[in-house]
């Protein structure tokens, strides 16, 4: 892999980590209409800020979780949201990031 490629992925991994306490892999599951408001919402925050390097990452991060939403790659975690809601997987539930955040006390 190319080092400014790896070096880029690792800023990304480093921002997501640094979520995973409260939200770990929900971007799996949330409303797509949310990531796509979102990605406006960075892309704003990278254009208007003065050191657009971290909001730059942020904005990756995001058009990963998309890229993964909408490819095949994603099809497989569409299918499990489907079967928490449809009361399939009683082995999985699905949390508010703020009442997690509260329990958790952060």
């Not at 799996?28 to 971290?54: G, H, M, R």
């Not at 904005?59 to 993964?68: E, G, K, P, R």
């Amino acid at each position: 892999m190319r080092p400014d490629i790896l070096s880029f992925a690792e800023k990304m991994e480093d921002a997501m980590s640094r979520h995973d306490i409260i939200k770990a892999d929900s971007w799996k599951y949330i409303d797509e209409q949310y990531l796509w408001n979102k990605l406006y919402e960075e892309f704003e925050e990278a254009i208007t800020s003065q050191f657009p390097a971290d909001e730059l990452v942020d904005l990756a991060n995001i058009c990963m979780m998309l890229y993964h939403r909408v490819s095949e790659s994603g099809a497989l975690d569409k299918d499990l949201l489907e079967q928490i809601e449809g009361g399939q997987r009683d082995d999985v539930e699905i949390r508010d990031f703020e009442e997690l955040a509260k329990e958790l006390g952060i």
